[in-house]
Structure formats: C-alpha cells, structure tokens
C-alpha cells in the first residue's frame, strides 16, 4: 500500500487549498480513507475521513463547513479541499487508509486514530 499527498503549501487566511491523496494498493470500496494533521507540539487529530465499508463520514468541529472530501475512485485519488483557511490549520496534514473511520473504545464509538497504512504528509501553512 502507498499513499502519497500533495497540494500543500503557503496560503494566505481566508483562501484555499486542495490536498490531494493518492492511493495504489487500496481497494477504495472497500476502505476509509482519512485526513489527519498534526502541528508542532501538538497530538495528531483526525480532520475527516470516509469509509465505503460501512458508509460513515466524519469531519471534526474544528473544520466542519470548510472542509470538504471527494473521490476519484477511476484514479484512486482522494481530495481534501480546504476553504476559509484559518491560522490554526497550520499543520502537515497526512491521508492514511484503513476499513473504519470509527472504533468503539470505552461506552461508545470515536474516530479511529491508528490507521493502518499513512502517506508522508504535506506541510500547510496559513500566514495571517
């Protein structure tokens, strides 16, 4: 499995991006696809993520409205367009694939973290 994204870059706040994820050795319709980041100092969070295993979808509060995901499943590409940029997006922002975009840990169900298999990441930084 690979994965590798582009599409990162310098941005001004306010303006857009669109990441782009490509995927050989993943069967889309039968995986999650999810969008991470991670800035310095700062844990890894999950921004979204897709899952055509079971259908579920997710993106986390910090982007909800802004971000959007999509597929080229002829191409195995995966998108993440990024609009209304803020500071605070500055992160690398990594795809990674897997089956589920959620597990149960506790009393209920969260976004899954450890995906399986991770791309390289791509730096993106939002000047203000």
């Known amino acids: 499995v690979q994965l590798v994204e582009s599409g990162g870059g310098l941005v001004q706040a306010g303006g857009s991006l669109r990441l782009s994820c490509a995927a050989s050795g993943v069967n889309f319709e039968d995986s999650a696809i999810g969008w991470f980041r991670q800035a310095p100092g700062k844990e890894r969070e999950g921004v979204s993520c897709?899952?055509?295993?079971?259908?579920?979808?997710y993106y986390s509060d910090a982007v909800k409205g802004r971000f959007t995901m999509s597929s080229d499943n002829a191409k195995n590409t995966m998108f993440l367009q990024m609009n209304s940029l803020k500071p605070e997006d500055t992160a690398v922002y990594y795809c990674a694939a897997d089956h589920w975009c959620y597990e149960h840990r506790g009393l209920g169900w969260v976004p899954k973290l450890d995906f399986a298999f991770w791309g390289q990441g791509t730096q993106v930084t939002v000047s203000s």
């Open positions: 897709i899952s055509n295993t079971d259908g579920s979808i």
